[in-house]
Each structure stands twice: as C-alpha cells, then as structure tokens.
C-alpha cells in the first residue's frame, strides 16, 4: 500500500486544508497519516479540529507526536533574541518546530512503509529528517500562486543585500508573476525585520530544496503567478521543483447544520444576505465595530455578521478571546432595530455552510486564503478587507487579477467608515455592476469544479505529481 505521512506544522489554520488533502490521497488510493504538533499551550480550537477531522475522515490516522525533549540548562533555546531581547512569537514557533524534529524522526522511523513527507510551508525544519531517513519530501502551500510566487522571490531577495525597505507606505514592488504590490499590502510578518520575520524568510528560502510545490489553487485562477513559477523566474538562482497545482481544497461544510443562523438563513430570500465574517483571529476594536454596524444599518440591506471581542494589547499570541458582549459593543439599540434583516453571530459561525446557503448574496471577507477560495466555490463576489499575513495581497490578486471581488477603502487606515460600509454593501447586492461581478464568480467556481473533476486541471496534477513520486522512490 502506498503510503505519505502529512506535516501540518502548527495552528488550526494549516490543518484545515492539510485534511481536506489527506482526503485527495484517499481518493488515489493512498493512505495517509497526519502527524500532528500539539500547541505549547493547550487549545481547545485544537482538540476540537482533531476530534472533528478524526470524526469526519475515520480512514486518515491521525497521530500526536510527543513533545519534544527539553533544551539542555546551558542554551535555553530561544528565549531571547540575539540581541538578547524577547523572542517574537513567531522565531519561538520556528524554535519548536525544530525541537519537533527528534520526535518526527522516531516517529517516521517507527512507520513500517512511508514513500513521502508532504510538510507545511514553515516546517522547512522537517528537510533535515526526511534527508536523513532519505524520504521525498514535498511542500503543501496552502496559499495561492500568487504568494507562492512573491514569497519564494522574497525569501531568496531577504538572504542578499538587496531586500526591499517595505516600511507600509504606497511605495510599489515589482515580483515576478504578480501585480504591482504596495508597500502596505505586504505582510508585515515577514517585511518588519524581527526574529519572526527573518524565521519565516529563512524557512520559506529552503522551499525549492524538496521535491516538489503543491499549491491550493488551480491553474486558470492564477495563470500567470503559475507562469512565472513554472519558467523559474520566482527562484533566478536555483531551480525551482515541479509545482502542482491541485486545488481548490475546500472543506464540504456541513459541520454546522443545527447552527441557528443556517435557520435563520432559511427564512430569507434568495442571494439577499450579505456575509461578514474575518478568518479564525479576525478582531476589531469597538470603534471599528461601531462603524461597521452603523454602515450595516444605513444600507437597509441584510446581513449576518461574526463579531469578536477586541483583542486586548497586551493579550498573549493565540490566547483565546470571551465571548463578546454584544450590546456593549454595538451601537446602542442597533440590535434591536435590525432585528428583522439582520443577525449578528458572536465569535464563529459555521462559515461554509454559511457561504454555500442560497440566501447568502455576498461576502465581506479578509482575504485568508481558505475563505477566498470558500467564496469562490460559493460563486459570491468578494468585498475585500485585509487585515494581516498575506491577506493584502490576496486582495490585490483578487482584485486586480482575478476580477473577483472590490476592495473595502479604508482597510489600509485606521478605520473603515460606516459610509464605505453602506456603499460597497448596496453596491454589491443592488446594482448591476454588483450582479456582473456575481455572474463572472458564479464562472469562475464553475471552472474551479471542472479542474477537480476527472481529466481537469488539479486532477491532472495530482496524478502527475504521483507519478513524478513514484519515479522518485520505489513506489508500488
Ligand atoms: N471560519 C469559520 N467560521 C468563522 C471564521 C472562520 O468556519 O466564523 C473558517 C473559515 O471557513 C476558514 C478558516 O476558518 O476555513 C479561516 O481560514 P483563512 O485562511 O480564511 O483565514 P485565517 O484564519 O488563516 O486568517
């Protein structure tokens, strides 16, 4: 039986759509094994990730690795950065990943067969077992092209004197395989210079050194990111490994089929509802909140929103947040005086089975790359509004390239006005320019179910990349 151990790495967001390709291997009659990091902290986002997916997919095994053995007394590793200030949050991840190393490797070693290691983007620490125990090792982006494009041309860029000064102002970069990009639309956790970011360079950098890119996109989304990667112009001195594109990976929903809003839903009209709902660590402050929902207000449209507590500034990296005090935070009566077209959900709501409703017209979203593509395969024009990572670029491919969505002026500012808020809402779902955009998406998702399909684009690649693993290693 072939076999591939999955790397998911750290954090709930990464796990998601590793699962959804543990499924892909099942269909190609692969069987899979997911090894899985417990985050340093306990979560219980993680707990119910893993019991959910355990649940959802009994043929996958999903294994926790134990934590890895202490630093020895003399190097406390990183704790402290090399000018002798605290970590950032992020080189601490990158530390672990690389103390996760000695129980990977007991661990593969313990497997009677596995023919390939498909790790996440930051595990670059993972390279070194796989090289040891002579494993073919492939890359899973969960990001598009268009990132995978910048970041592999960045990362390389970072290790000479010649990385760009990216201080978030409207200064342009020009990558190959992408659009003009704003200083601003650049994620500010790999351009500011810190430990974090310089870890996150430095991993990135190791990409080209497995044996192949899978990427969670398809082809006709982004042609040309694909282009750019394929003739080599994203890594110009190293030869960049075959990348597969074989998305979209999109969980099926249905988890949350007894979630009040899905009820709520049901009761109104076809197309009507526009949804708000910001990934898994969307937060915003109370003015934030405020405006957003006086802009709600005044477009007389319907909406069904997911709103969080702000995040206090003090608050650790991942602490979970309370739920949300609603009428607290909301303008005072606007609750009560929406009630009739609006619903607000507090901190989560089942956001598939939400974009995927009949009901649901549009989607104000920050551009994540699973719910990017989640509105996509829903056909819902996307209104923009980033908020960190590789988000602000997604909105300028989304924008610019693919044509799918507009963008939410002000994201780039202290706030988003309640009368940007009005308008692009109104527009989306009154006007004709909105329908148009709905029309061109409703397209796209089409061409995204035919690259899944038998003889399509990602299907294609996927047998490919199996093929291209098999003349790596005896593979029968
Ligand atoms: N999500 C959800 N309900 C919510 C918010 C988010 O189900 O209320 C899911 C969403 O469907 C997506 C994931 O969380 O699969 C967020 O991933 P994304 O890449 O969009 O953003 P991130 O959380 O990594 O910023």
Redesign the pocket.
Known sequence: MKSVVLYPGM????L??MVELAKVFLQHGVAVTVALIEPPTKSPDFSAVVARAAAANPSVTYHVLPPPPPPPPAAPAGSSSDDGSPAHPIFLMFEHLRAMNAPLRDFLGSLPAVDALVIDMFCSAALHVAAELKLPTYYFF??GAGDLAAFLYLSRLSMTDSFPELVGDDSILSLPGVPPLKAWDMPKEITNGTTGAKAILRALDRMPEADGILVNTFESLETRAVRALRDGLCVPDHSTPPVYCIGPL??G?G??KDHECLRWLDTQPDNSVVFL??????TFPKKQLEETAMGLEKSGQRFLW?VRSPREPDAKFGQPLPEPDLDALLPEGFLERTKDRGLV?K??????D??RHGATGAFV??????????GITAGLPLLCWP???E?GMNKVFIVEEMKLGVEMKGYNEDVVKAEEVETKVRWVLESKDGQALRKRVEEVKDRAMEALKEGGSSHAAFVEFLKDLAGIKKFS
Do not use: R
């Open positions: 954090g709930v967001g990464h998601t759509p969960a990001s999109v969980s929903g988890g949350g709902s910001f990934g898994s660590m969307g997911v959900v901190s989560w709501a089942p956001q598939v939400v974009l979203t920050h551009c994540g790359w699973n719910s990017t593509l989640e908020m960190y990572a988000q």
